[in-house]
């Protein structure tokens, strides 16, 4: 069946998104307070939706690709058509707005999956099939890192509209970091960054260190970086029997770069040569919501996601490690 999906704003993580549903032959309707024709016309497919009350009308899916301050009123108003929804990372700035997103939906009955693309990025699944299987035995520690250009938008700037780096950026690991390990027992934080200067701003640094109720120690580092620094990514996992490693600068996949995209700018992960991640993380999510198996993210990982990266921030405010409580199960039930 063909989908019909709306698809809400036209920034960076649009220009991923819209080429992989005319991949898979969905109708997409795009709406944006700006760049909605220049996205359209980019890849030459899907229509303009003059309002919000236009994109959503009739639509099977909406997918929530704006700033994260919108995220509640859009997914509730999805919800409210009945059409299931992908809303990209983070799913709100509190653990009550995720929550409050998951309960609307499930009264709604329609599905709603966050946009944690890293787990569909073929080096990263391939070291968390490893864990699972028990290649390298039990975890001990995990190191992931994160780097690129910092994003230009003003938006990010603010904490009180984005997070920052943590719940923005870092969330990626922070998600991995649970789907390796499993539930986290405290979070301590730590951030450095240098002085906004000649109208640029300054360079945003942050550690992580979860401890998850397993033992195992998890540390996770972000980095917001200067203008035009090329996006880089790795990872340490150490067992007891092994250890997986990778590292995107040292071992770089081959890509396309063909001008003129978001892919490869140091806001987002190159364009590698085979199938996008992108392309990988919509058409799992996709066939869900066409009545096929539950991906391999829920919207209970959001909501754990947000609550770490908040835990976090509070910990980067106090200066003090911070417990996380367990959440209610109700919310932990995954459902497709």
């Known amino acids: 069946m063909t989908q019909t999906v709306a698809l809400i704003g036209a920034g960076g993580i649009a220009q991923a998104h819209l080429p992989a549903w005319l991949a898979l032959g969905a109708r997409v309707r795009v709406h944006s307070l700006a760049g909605a024709p220049e996205l359209v016309a980019r890849h030459g497919d899907g229509t303009v939706a003059g309002s919000l009350e236009e994109a959503l009308d009739g639509a099977d899916v909406v997918d929530v690709c704006t700033p994260t301050p919108t995220h509640p009123r859009l997914v509730a108003q999805a919800a409210g058509r009945g059409a299931s929804v992908l809303c990209e990372k983070p799913l709100a700035l509190t653990v009550a707005e995720a929550a409050g997103m998951i309960r609307v939906c499930r009264e709604a009955g329609v599905q709603l999956y966050p946009g944690h693309v890293v787990r569909f990025f073929p080096e990263y699944a391939t070291m968390h099939r490893a864990v699972e299987s028990g290649t390298i035995g039990p975890v001990a520690v995990q190191r992931f890192t994160r780097a690129g250009s910092r994003p230009r938008a003003d938006w990010f700037a603010d904490p009180a509209l984005s997070g920052g780096i943590v719940l923005d950026q870092m969330i990626h690991d922070l998600d991995f970091a649970v789907w390796n390990a499993g539930p ?58 092994g250890l997986l490693t990778h590292d995107s600068a040292a071992a770089p996949p081959v890509r396309v770069d063909g001008g003129g995209g978001a892919a490869g700018t140091g806001l987002l992960p190159a364009t590698v040569s085979g199938e996008s991640p992108y392309l990988t993380e919509i058409r799992e999510i996709a066939a869900a919501f066409a009545g096929g198996p539950a991906p391999r993210v829920s919207a209970a990982d ?35």
């Open 302 to 336: 959001g909501l754990v996601a947000v609550q770490l990266a908040t835990a976090a921030n509070e910990s980067l405010r106090t200066g003090a490690p911070v417990a996380v409580e367990p959440l209610p199960e109700d919310l932990l039930e995954v459902t497709a």
């Open 184 to 241: 986290v027992r405290d979070v301590f934080a730590r951030r450095a960054s240098t002085p906004d200067t000649d109208g640029r701003r300054g360079v945003v640094s942050a550690q992580v260190v979860l401890t998850h109720r397993s033992g195992t120690l998890s540390y996770v580092t972000g980095t917001w970086a200067a203008p035009g620094t090329t996006f880089r990514t790795s990872f340490e996992v150490v067992g007891t029997e």
